[in-house]
Protein backbone atom coordinates (compact mmCIF):
# COMPACT_ATOMS: atom_id res chain seq x y z
CA UNK A 1 0.00 0.00 0.00
CA UNK A 2 1.16 3.36 -0.51
CA UNK A 3 -0.12 7.29 -0.54
CA UNK A 4 -1.40 8.15 -3.60
CA UNK A 5 -1.18 11.47 -5.46
CA UNK A 6 -4.11 13.78 -6.11
CA UNK A 7 -5.60 13.72 -9.67
CA UNK A 8 -5.75 17.51 -9.32
CA UNK A 9 -2.84 19.66 -9.45
CA UNK A 10 -1.74 20.47 -5.81
CA UNK A 11 -1.52 23.63 -4.05
CA UNK A 12 1.62 25.33 -3.22
CA UNK A 13 2.72 24.05 -0.24
CA UNK A 14 6.03 23.26 1.69
CA UNK A 15 7.84 19.90 0.34
CA UNK A 16 6.88 16.68 1.78
CA UNK A 17 8.18 13.30 1.57
CA UNK A 18 6.55 10.68 -0.34
CA UNK A 19 6.71 6.59 0.14
CA UNK A 20 6.02 4.20 -2.73
CA UNK A 21 6.08 0.68 -2.34
CA UNK A 22 7.26 -0.50 -5.68
CA UNK A 23 7.65 -4.37 -4.16
CA UNK A 24 11.86 -3.42 -3.41
CA UNK A 25 13.20 -1.31 -0.75
CA UNK A 26 11.62 1.90 0.43
CA UNK A 27 12.56 4.73 -2.02
CA UNK A 28 11.86 8.04 -0.24
CA UNK A 29 11.23 11.10 -3.16
CA UNK A 30 11.01 14.44 -2.53
CA UNK A 31 8.31 16.29 -3.97
CA UNK A 32 5.27 17.76 -2.84
CA UNK A 33 2.57 17.16 -0.33
CA UNK A 34 -0.54 15.09 -2.09
CA UNK A 35 -3.86 17.26 -2.38
CA UNK A 36 -6.74 16.38 -0.84
CA UNK A 37 -9.77 17.38 -2.73
CA UNK A 38 -12.35 17.54 0.13
CA UNK A 39 -12.68 20.95 0.60
CA UNK A 40 -15.78 22.51 -0.66
CA UNK A 41 -16.27 25.59 -1.91
CA UNK A 42 -17.22 28.64 0.27
CA UNK A 43 -20.55 30.46 -0.36
CA UNK A 44 -20.22 34.37 -1.38
CA UNK A 45 -19.72 36.66 1.61
CA UNK A 46 -22.90 38.22 2.86
CA UNK A 47 -23.22 41.87 4.52
CA UNK A 48 -22.45 41.31 7.85
CA UNK A 49 -23.40 44.82 9.04
CA UNK A 50 -27.04 45.54 10.41
CA UNK A 51 -29.60 47.25 8.15
CA UNK A 52 -30.33 50.42 9.17
CA UNK A 53 -33.97 51.11 9.87
CA UNK A 54 -35.73 53.66 6.92
CA UNK A 55 -36.34 57.37 8.04
CA UNK A 56 -40.36 57.89 8.77
CA UNK A 57 -41.64 60.56 6.55
CA UNK A 58 -43.27 62.01 9.05
CA UNK A 59 -40.57 63.15 11.57
CA UNK A 60 -39.14 66.37 10.41
CA UNK A 61 -35.89 65.49 11.96
CA UNK A 62 -35.00 63.22 8.98
CA UNK A 63 -35.57 65.73 6.37
CA UNK A 64 -33.55 67.35 3.87
CA UNK A 65 -33.37 70.99 2.81
CA UNK A 66 -35.24 70.15 -0.44
CA UNK A 67 -37.85 68.57 1.61
CA UNK A 68 -38.02 71.74 4.24
CA UNK A 69 -38.11 74.26 0.86
CA UNK A 70 -40.85 71.87 -0.49
CA UNK A 71 -43.11 72.33 3.04
CA UNK A 72 -42.46 75.95 3.33
CA UNK A 73 -43.94 76.51 0.27
CA UNK A 74 -46.86 74.85 0.79
CA UNK A 75 -47.34 76.27 4.16
CA UNK A 76 -46.82 80.04 2.28
CA UNK A 77 -49.30 78.77 -0.23
CA UNK A 78 -51.79 77.81 2.01
CA UNK A 79 -52.01 81.25 4.42
CA UNK A 80 -52.22 83.03 0.82
CA UNK A 81 -55.26 80.97 0.34
CA UNK A 82 -56.83 81.03 3.85
CA UNK A 83 -55.66 84.65 4.75
CA UNK A 84 -54.84 86.89 1.94
CA UNK A 85 -57.46 85.72 -0.50
CA UNK A 86 -60.01 86.42 1.52
CA UNK A 87 -58.90 89.45 2.58
CA UNK A 88 -58.54 90.85 -0.86
CA UNK A 89 -62.05 89.55 -1.87
CA UNK A 90 -63.83 91.10 1.48
CA UNK A 91 -61.50 94.02 0.21
CA UNK A 92 -62.78 93.81 -3.30
CA UNK A 93 -66.59 93.79 -2.18
CA UNK A 94 -66.69 96.44 0.49
CA UNK A 95 -70.12 98.61 0.01
CA UNK A 96 -71.22 101.25 1.78
CA UNK A 97 -74.49 101.22 3.94
CA UNK A 98 -77.51 103.06 2.18
CA UNK A 99 -79.41 102.92 5.24
CA UNK A 100 -83.06 104.44 4.13
CA UNK A 101 -83.10 108.07 5.10
CA UNK A 102 -86.05 110.13 5.93
CA UNK A 103 -86.35 113.10 3.40
CA UNK A 104 -87.98 115.67 3.96
CA UNK A 105 -88.57 119.42 1.29
CA UNK A 106 -86.06 121.92 2.04
CA UNK A 107 -86.27 123.66 -1.01
CA UNK A 108 -88.39 124.45 -4.22
CA UNK A 109 -87.60 126.03 -7.39
CA UNK A 110 -90.78 126.20 -9.46
CA UNK A 111 -93.25 128.50 -11.89
CA UNK A 112 -92.48 132.30 -12.39
CA UNK A 113 -90.02 132.42 -9.43
CA UNK A 114 -88.23 129.75 -11.10
CA UNK A 115 -84.81 132.46 -11.36
CA UNK A 116 -85.33 134.27 -8.69
CA UNK A 117 -83.09 131.86 -6.55
CA UNK A 118 -80.56 132.09 -9.33
CA UNK A 119 -77.51 134.54 -9.45
CA UNK A 120 -76.91 135.24 -13.40
CA UNK A 121 -73.17 134.78 -14.17
CA UNK A 122 -71.51 137.39 -16.29
CA UNK A 123 -68.90 137.40 -18.78
CA UNK A 124 -66.75 135.17 -20.51
CA UNK A 125 -66.55 131.24 -19.31
CA UNK A 126 -64.19 129.72 -17.46
CA UNK A 127 -63.84 126.93 -19.34
CA UNK A 128 -62.70 128.81 -22.95
CA UNK A 129 -65.98 128.36 -24.03
CA UNK A 130 -67.23 130.87 -26.99
CA UNK A 131 -69.80 132.40 -25.55
CA UNK A 132 -70.65 135.81 -23.96
CA UNK A 133 -72.83 134.34 -20.62
CA UNK A 134 -75.21 137.56 -20.48
CA UNK A 135 -76.82 138.87 -17.03
CA UNK A 136 -80.48 138.79 -16.18
CA UNK A 137 -81.99 142.02 -17.64
CA UNK A 138 -80.41 141.04 -20.89
CA UNK A 139 -81.06 137.62 -20.70
CA UNK A 140 -84.63 138.63 -20.41
CA UNK A 141 -84.82 141.29 -23.03
CA UNK A 142 -83.07 138.48 -25.75
CA UNK A 143 -85.96 136.17 -23.79
CA UNK A 144 -82.91 133.90 -23.17
CA UNK A 145 -84.61 133.15 -19.78
CA UNK A 146 -88.16 132.70 -18.91
CA UNK A 147 -90.87 131.16 -17.20
CA UNK A 148 -95.02 129.82 -17.17
CA UNK A 149 -96.66 128.92 -14.37
CA UNK A 150 -94.89 125.16 -14.63
CA UNK A 151 -92.21 125.81 -16.77
CA UNK A 152 -88.63 127.40 -16.86
CA UNK A 153 -86.26 127.61 -19.86
CA UNK A 154 -83.12 128.66 -20.31
CA UNK A 155 -81.40 129.21 -24.21
CA UNK A 156 -79.12 130.29 -25.81
CA UNK A 157 -79.47 133.19 -28.05
CA UNK A 158 -80.98 132.48 -31.78
CA UNK A 159 -80.76 136.03 -33.09
CA UNK A 160 -77.27 137.46 -33.65
CA UNK A 161 -76.10 136.49 -37.11
CA UNK A 162 -72.98 137.45 -39.47
CA UNK A 163 -74.46 140.46 -40.57
CA UNK A 164 -75.67 141.62 -36.73
CA UNK A 165 -73.84 144.52 -35.27
CA UNK A 166 -72.45 143.66 -32.96
CA UNK A 167 -72.09 139.82 -34.53
CA UNK A 168 -71.37 136.83 -32.36
CA UNK A 169 -67.44 136.88 -33.83
CA UNK A 170 -66.52 136.90 -30.21
CA UNK A 171 -68.95 134.59 -28.68
CA UNK A 172 -72.52 134.08 -28.75
CA UNK A 173 -75.07 134.84 -26.29
CA UNK A 174 -75.93 132.59 -23.59
CA UNK A 175 -76.90 132.03 -20.38
CA UNK A 176 -75.49 130.66 -16.96
CA UNK A 177 -77.47 130.53 -13.39
CA UNK A 178 -75.86 129.23 -10.32
CA UNK A 179 -78.26 129.05 -7.27
CA UNK A 180 -78.30 131.59 -4.36
CA UNK A 181 -78.28 128.43 -1.87
CA UNK A 182 -75.71 125.90 -1.44
CA UNK A 183 -76.35 122.55 -0.28
CA UNK A 184 -74.50 120.25 1.68
CA UNK A 185 -75.55 116.38 1.17
CA UNK A 186 -79.90 116.28 0.47
CA UNK A 187 -81.66 115.00 -2.36
CA UNK A 188 -82.23 116.69 -5.26
CA UNK A 189 -85.30 115.88 -8.01
CA UNK A 190 -84.79 117.74 -10.89
CA UNK A 191 -87.66 117.89 -13.66
CA UNK A 192 -86.02 117.96 -16.61
CA UNK A 193 -88.68 118.26 -20.12
CA UNK A 194 -86.10 119.10 -22.84
CA UNK A 195 -82.08 119.18 -22.96
CA UNK A 196 -80.09 121.35 -25.56
CA UNK A 197 -77.99 119.67 -28.29
CA UNK A 198 -76.83 120.68 -31.29
CA UNK A 199 -73.41 120.91 -32.76
CA UNK A 200 -70.80 123.21 -30.90
CA UNK A 201 -72.95 123.19 -27.41
CA UNK A 202 -71.92 122.07 -24.23
CA UNK A 203 -74.98 122.26 -21.83
CA UNK A 204 -74.72 121.08 -18.13
CA UNK A 205 -76.86 120.56 -15.10
CA UNK A 206 -74.27 120.25 -11.92
CA UNK A 207 -73.65 121.29 -8.76
CA UNK A 208 -70.34 123.09 -7.64
CA UNK A 209 -68.71 125.61 -5.17
CA UNK A 210 -67.87 128.80 -7.59
CA UNK A 211 -65.78 130.30 -5.20
CA UNK A 212 -63.53 126.71 -4.76
CA UNK A 213 -63.53 124.30 -7.38
CA UNK A 214 -61.76 121.80 -7.43
CA UNK A 215 -61.42 122.21 -3.62
CA UNK A 216 -65.19 121.17 -2.84
CA UNK A 217 -66.15 119.07 -5.44
CA UNK A 218 -68.32 119.40 -8.26
CA UNK A 219 -71.52 117.08 -9.33
CA UNK A 220 -72.26 116.46 -12.88
CA UNK A 221 -76.26 115.83 -13.31
CA UNK A 222 -76.61 115.95 -17.31
CA UNK A 223 -74.31 116.73 -19.75
CA UNK A 224 -73.42 116.63 -23.29
CA UNK A 225 -71.89 117.99 -25.93
CA UNK A 226 -72.45 118.89 -29.61
CA UNK A 227 -75.70 115.90 -31.26
CA UNK A 228 -75.66 114.28 -28.11
CA UNK A 229 -75.96 111.21 -29.72
CA UNK A 230 -73.82 109.14 -27.10
CA UNK A 231 -76.22 109.64 -24.19
CA UNK A 232 -75.93 111.65 -20.90
CA UNK A 233 -72.92 111.30 -18.90
CA UNK A 234 -72.98 111.63 -14.77
CA UNK A 235 -69.32 112.91 -13.82
CA UNK A 236 -67.67 113.37 -10.47
CA UNK A 237 -64.57 116.42 -10.15
CA UNK A 238 -62.52 116.46 -7.24
CA UNK A 239 -58.99 117.03 -5.58
CA UNK A 240 -56.93 113.77 -5.15
CA UNK A 241 -57.83 110.67 -3.43
CA UNK A 242 -60.96 109.76 -4.74
CA UNK A 243 -61.41 107.24 -6.93
CA UNK A 244 -64.07 104.82 -8.38
CA UNK A 245 -61.65 101.11 -8.89
CA UNK A 246 -64.28 99.62 -6.74
CA UNK A 247 -67.57 97.72 -5.84
CA UNK A 248 -70.62 99.77 -7.58
CA UNK A 249 -74.21 98.95 -8.28
CA UNK A 250 -75.55 100.84 -11.25
CA UNK A 251 -76.63 100.46 -14.95
CA UNK A 252 -74.32 103.10 -16.74
CA UNK A 253 -71.01 101.79 -17.61
CA UNK A 254 -67.90 103.17 -16.65
CA UNK A 255 -65.82 105.79 -18.39
CA UNK A 256 -62.75 106.28 -15.88
CA UNK A 257 -62.57 105.66 -12.32
CA UNK A 258 -60.00 108.67 -11.14
CA UNK A 259 -62.11 111.50 -10.06
CA UNK A 260 -59.04 113.45 -9.19
CA UNK A 261 -58.85 116.82 -11.44
CA UNK A 262 -55.38 116.49 -12.15
CA UNK A 263 -55.68 113.18 -14.17
CA UNK A 264 -57.19 112.60 -17.89
CA UNK A 265 -57.24 115.67 -18.56
CA UNK A 266 -59.84 116.57 -15.70
CA UNK A 267 -62.04 114.05 -17.45
CA UNK A 268 -63.27 113.21 -13.81
CA UNK A 269 -64.48 109.60 -13.07
CA UNK A 270 -67.56 109.68 -15.60
CA UNK A 271 -70.23 107.04 -15.99
CA UNK A 272 -72.36 106.95 -19.21
CA UNK A 273 -75.77 106.56 -19.95
CA UNK A 274 -77.81 104.99 -22.48
CA UNK A 275 -78.41 107.13 -25.93
CA UNK A 276 -81.82 107.51 -25.12
CA UNK A 277 -80.63 109.59 -21.61
CA UNK A 278 -80.73 112.43 -23.42
CA UNK A 279 -80.86 114.39 -26.66
CA UNK A 280 -83.59 114.03 -29.32
CA UNK A 281 -84.46 110.50 -27.72
CA UNK A 282 -84.67 111.92 -24.10
CA UNK A 283 -87.01 115.02 -25.52
CA UNK A 284 -88.89 113.17 -27.93
CA UNK A 285 -90.05 111.40 -24.99
CA UNK A 286 -90.85 114.33 -22.96
CA UNK A 287 -87.49 113.69 -20.36
CA UNK A 288 -88.36 112.78 -17.11
CA UNK A 289 -86.90 112.94 -13.57
CA UNK A 290 -83.09 113.23 -12.68
CA UNK A 291 -82.75 111.99 -8.93
CA UNK A 292 -79.46 112.57 -6.75
CA UNK A 293 -78.87 111.86 -3.54
CA UNK A 294 -75.63 112.80 -1.80
CA UNK A 295 -74.69 111.62 1.71
CA UNK A 296 -71.42 111.11 3.22
CA UNK A 297 -72.14 107.16 1.94
CA UNK A 298 -71.88 108.22 -1.55
CA UNK A 299 -73.36 110.02 -4.69
CA UNK A 300 -76.13 107.94 -6.31
CA UNK A 301 -77.92 109.45 -9.55
CA UNK A 302 -81.33 107.81 -11.21
CA UNK A 303 -83.08 108.76 -14.40
CA UNK A 304 -87.07 108.11 -14.65
CA UNK A 305 -88.28 108.54 -18.02
CA UNK A 306 -91.76 110.39 -18.25
CA UNK A 307 -94.00 106.98 -17.93
CA UNK A 308 -91.19 106.06 -14.80
CA UNK A 309 -91.32 107.94 -12.37
CA UNK A 310 -91.75 106.75 -8.95
CA UNK A 311 -94.98 107.64 -7.26
CA UNK A 312 -92.96 108.33 -3.86
CA UNK A 313 -91.21 111.33 -6.18
CA UNK A 314 -94.67 112.54 -7.43
CA UNK A 315 -96.24 112.43 -3.82
CA UNK A 316 -92.90 114.31 -2.59
CA UNK A 317 -92.22 111.39 -0.20
CA UNK A 318 -89.03 110.36 -2.08
CA UNK A 319 -87.51 107.34 -0.57
CA UNK A 320 -84.95 106.19 -2.76
CA UNK A 321 -84.09 103.05 -0.91
CA UNK A 322 -87.00 101.79 -3.32
CA UNK A 323 -85.93 103.12 -6.70
CA UNK A 324 -83.44 99.57 -7.41
CA UNK A 325 -80.26 100.18 -9.20
CA UNK A 326 -78.80 103.82 -10.03
CA UNK A 327 -77.68 105.01 -13.20
CA UNK A 328 -74.65 106.24 -11.51
CA UNK A 329 -72.96 105.01 -8.27
CA UNK A 330 -70.30 106.84 -6.97
CA UNK A 331 -69.68 105.03 -3.13
CA UNK A 332 -67.38 106.37 -0.64
CA UNK A 333 -64.71 103.20 -0.58
CA UNK A 334 -62.28 105.06 -1.78
CA UNK A 335 -63.56 108.66 -1.66
CA UNK A 336 -64.27 110.54 1.80
CA UNK A 337 -67.26 112.24 0.04
CA UNK A 338 -67.78 114.42 2.77
CA UNK A 339 -64.40 116.24 2.55
CA UNK A 340 -64.66 116.11 -1.65
CA UNK A 341 -67.74 117.85 -1.68
CA UNK A 342 -69.21 120.65 -0.11
CA UNK A 343 -71.08 123.87 -0.27
CA UNK A 344 -72.67 123.21 -3.84
CA UNK A 345 -74.52 125.72 -5.26
CA UNK A 346 -76.61 124.18 -8.60
CA UNK A 347 -75.75 125.09 -12.05
CA UNK A 348 -77.60 125.17 -15.21
CA UNK A 349 -75.43 126.53 -18.31
CA UNK A 350 -75.04 126.23 -21.81
CA UNK A 351 -71.37 126.81 -22.93
CA UNK A 352 -70.26 126.66 -26.84
CA UNK A 353 -67.60 125.20 -27.81
CA UNK A 354 -64.77 125.22 -24.61
CA UNK A 355 -62.72 122.57 -23.67
CA UNK A 356 -65.02 119.27 -24.57
CA UNK A 357 -67.37 120.37 -26.92
CA UNK A 358 -64.21 122.38 -29.03
CA UNK A 359 -62.06 119.81 -28.67
CA UNK A 360 -63.92 116.68 -30.20
CA UNK A 361 -65.91 118.75 -32.44
CA UNK A 362 -64.34 117.52 -35.79
CA UNK A 363 -64.55 114.10 -34.83
CA UNK A 364 -68.31 114.55 -34.33
CA UNK A 365 -69.70 114.69 -37.63
CA UNK A 366 -70.53 118.37 -37.41
CA UNK A 367 -69.45 121.21 -40.21
CA UNK A 368 -66.68 123.46 -40.32
CA UNK A 369 -64.71 124.66 -37.17
CA UNK A 370 -66.64 125.60 -33.76
CA UNK A 371 -65.99 128.99 -33.66
CA UNK A 372 -66.82 129.39 -37.20
CA UNK A 373 -70.36 127.52 -36.80
CA UNK A 374 -71.18 128.98 -33.61
CA UNK A 375 -70.58 132.73 -34.58
CA UNK A 376 -71.97 132.77 -38.16
CA UNK A 377 -75.11 129.88 -37.37
CA UNK A 378 -78.01 131.18 -35.00
CA UNK A 379 -80.73 129.60 -36.78
CA UNK A 380 -78.12 126.37 -35.50
CA UNK A 381 -79.41 126.88 -32.07
CA UNK A 382 -83.15 126.50 -32.22
CA UNK A 383 -82.83 123.16 -30.35
CA UNK A 384 -80.40 125.03 -28.14
CA UNK A 385 -82.40 124.90 -24.58
CA UNK A 386 -83.23 123.45 -21.54
CA UNK A 387 -86.63 122.94 -20.30
CA UNK A 388 -87.56 122.43 -16.90
CA UNK A 389 -90.55 121.46 -14.53
CA UNK A 390 -89.89 121.96 -10.82
CA UNK A 391 -86.20 121.56 -8.80
CA UNK A 392 -86.96 120.27 -5.10
CA UNK A 393 -84.54 119.75 -2.61
CA UNK A 394 -84.71 117.26 0.51
CA UNK A 395 -82.60 117.38 3.33
CA UNK A 396 -82.36 114.13 5.98
CA UNK A 397 -84.50 114.44 9.28
Request: net charge negative; proline share 7%; glycine share 8%.
Amino acid sequence: MGWENSTSMPKTGPASFQVRDAGGPVELVSGPPPYYSTEQPLPPRSNMAYAQPKAPWWNARYWRKRTWAIVVTIIVIIIVIVVVVPVEVARANRYPNYTPLNYSLSDSYNGTTFFDKFNYFEGYDPTAGFVHYVPQARAEQLNLTYTTADTAVLKVDTSVGPTSNPDASTGRFSVRVESKTQYNNGLFIFDVRHTPYGCGTWPALWLVDPNNWPNNGEIDVMEAVNNATDGNQMTLHTTDQCKMDVKRIMSGSTLTGDCHNATNDNAGCGVSGPTDSYGTSYNDAQGGIMAMEWRNEGIRIWSFGRDGIPTDITAKNPDPSTWGEAAADFPDTNCDIGSHFRNQSIIINIDLCGQWAGNVYASSGCPSNCTDYVANNPEAFTNAFWEFGAFDVYTAS
